[in-house]
């Protein structure tokens, strides 16, 4: 006030008044302002502080002047004080400068954030200002907001679920972990992904056509769809789709969707249908069973009588005899019926084996060691895919050699002796199942006989070249080992059939449980 009123001594009494209103005005905004102001001599000591300072600095108001700035901002803020000197050492520190930066300070025990802007006029008066802007509260809104922000992408990106959001031009904003193990991409290659390349041509189009649409869960909502989505590999993966429009005032901003894989519901759902299929094999087979066992005894005696008479007759002819390759026919071909009794006897279940550890790997090689030689497999590639640490299951090898054999014999068959025959195993569920897969490449069987297959009896083959009874004993062999078989057959792939066993299960006492 003094320093205003020699400046304007000897002057018109009318410019005295206008220049002391003129302070009283600015001297009022500066002490009423929210924001911290310190005048500060280019010695570095305050001349004066506003009731804003002295908060943020936490001391009385009035108690700031003769104060070092060094020591009001503290050792805290040292770097950015050794700045504002380092300045002052500049030749061209007159021409009016500014530094601003983000700073903290204590106030009763508390911390707070500042933004610091020290300001040196173009004028070159014998001060500096330094404006402090309290930020205490938008750094706490502005953490926590991190928090939440983190908290949302950590349960976005966990979802087992793939959640995809794009902007209404298609360019992909968000794809979390669950989207990139579903469609096999790269962090990197979604950021020039569009959203039409996630599925079938014109998709994209007909799901935003549905959403914007009141009749699939209400407008901008698209609930539970089932559609095909493109992998990176270009194979389509059936998911459930879930999605809808996000909106800014009725615009249209944003796209997204929740996709669901169905590739293991759908196994199961196959795999249940199987069971059931095979359920009411089983009840038929049974049926059958009982049958085949009582024809079996019926057919087998008066066999055997045959045979014995045809013999006698045979050596009491000689060998000279005309009749001769007669009685042969006859004795062959009873003896065919005796193998087709012993198939039937196979299929009632009539006979009994030993069941003790089985390797599978074994059984495998052992019954191609028999048929590898033989001539239908001369042209045949056999390849083994055979997983050493294969498990041992609980049954008898005599039987599961029948099984592997009626399966390859019957492929080797269907290819008319030129082709490949892959045989696989290896271990699922956690290594508690052991998986046998016996691939040709055949001509496949048709959808229609695919049922039919394991029925007594039936075959495709001519007749007299087969008896329909080896893929049904093949069956009950592998029910009896608790196990289950499966066949997948196509035309252009061949047909596979799939063989499930159970491993042995130890307990603690040592024992083996099948």
Not at 153 to 182: E, P, W, Y
Request: net charge negative; hydrophobic share 40%; charged share 25%.
């Amino acid at each position: 006030m003094t320093d205003v009123v020699h400046s304007t001594a000897g002057k018109d009494p009318e410019v005295l008044y206008e220049a002391l209103g003129s302070y009283h005005y600015l001297h009022t905004i500066l002490e009423e302002t929210p924001n911290g102001v310190v005048v500060a001599g280019l010695d570095h000591r305050v001349i004066h502080a506003n009731p804003a300072a002295s908060r943020f600095i936490g001391v009385p108001y009035g108690s700031l002047t003769g104060s070092l700035m060094g020591e009001i901002l503290g050792k805290r803020n040292s770097a950015f004080f050794r700045l504002v000197e380092e300045h002052f050492l500049l030749e061209n520190h007159r021409d009016g400068w500014k530094i601003r930066r983000e700073i903290e300070l204590s106030r009763n025990d508390d911390r707070c954030s500042m933004i610091g802007m020290v300001v040196y006029p173009p004028a070159t008066p014998a001060y500096y200002l330094l404006y402090l802007i309290d930020i205490t509260q938008q750094k706490m809104l502005e953490g926590e907001l991190r928090r939440r922000n983190a908290f949302f992408h950590n349960l976005i990106d966990s979802s087992v679920d793939g959640i995809i959001a794009s902007d209404m031009k298609g360019r992909i904003m968000l794809f979390n972990t669950g989207a990139q193990s579903l469609l096999g991409y790269d962090e990197e290659e979604t950021k020039i992904l569009h959203v039409t390349q996630l599925y079938n041509e014109g998709v994209a189009y007909e799901i935003i056509k549905r959403m914007r649409s009141n009749d699939f869960g209400g407008k901008g909502k698209l609930l539970r769809h089932k559609l095909i989505v493109k992998h990176k590999n270009g194979h389509d993966i059936p998911v459930s789709f879930s999605g809808g429009i996000i909106y800014d005032n009725d615009k249209e901003i944003a796209t997204f969707g929740l996709f669901t894989d169905l590739r293991a519901l759908q196994q199961i759902e196959e795999d249940l249908e199987q069971t059931h299929q095979m359920l009411m094999q089983s009840e038929k087979m049974a049926g059958l069973g009982r049958l085949a066992a009582g024809v079996a005894h019926e057919i087998n005696n008066p066999m055997s009588g045959i045979m014995l008479y045809a013999n006698l007759v045979q050596e009491e002819l000689g060998d000279d005899s005309p009749l001769r390759e007669d009685l042969q026919t006859i004795i062959h071909e009873a003896e065919r019926c005796k193998v087709i009794v012993a198939d039937l006897l196979e299929f009632s279940h009539q006979n009994t084996y030993e069941m003790e550890l089985v390797d599978l790997n074994d059984v495998i090689q052992k019954t191609l060691t028999i048929l590898q030689h033989q001539p239908l497999f001369q042209n045949i590639a056999i390849i083994r895919q055979l997983d050493p640490d294969l498990p041992p299951i609980y049954g008898n090898s005599i039987r599961l050699n029948q099984v592997v054999m009626n399966i390859v014999v019957n492929g080797a068959q269907a290819m008319e002796g030129k082709g490949r025959i892959r045989i696989t195993s290896r271990t699922r569920a956690n290594k508690d199942i052991n998986e046998i897969a016996i691939e040709d490449t055949g001509p496949g069987i048709k959808d229609e006989l695919l049922e039919k297959i394991f029925d007594p009896f039936f075959t495709t083959k001519a007749t007299g070249e087969g008896t329909g009874l080896g893929l049904s004993v093949s069956y009950a062999i592998v029910k009896e080992h608790k196990g289950t078989i499966r066949v997948t057959s196509t035309s252009t792939s061949g047909t596979t059939f799939t063989l499930k066993f159970p491993v042995v299960m130890e307990n603690l006492t040592g024992e083996n449980h099948g």
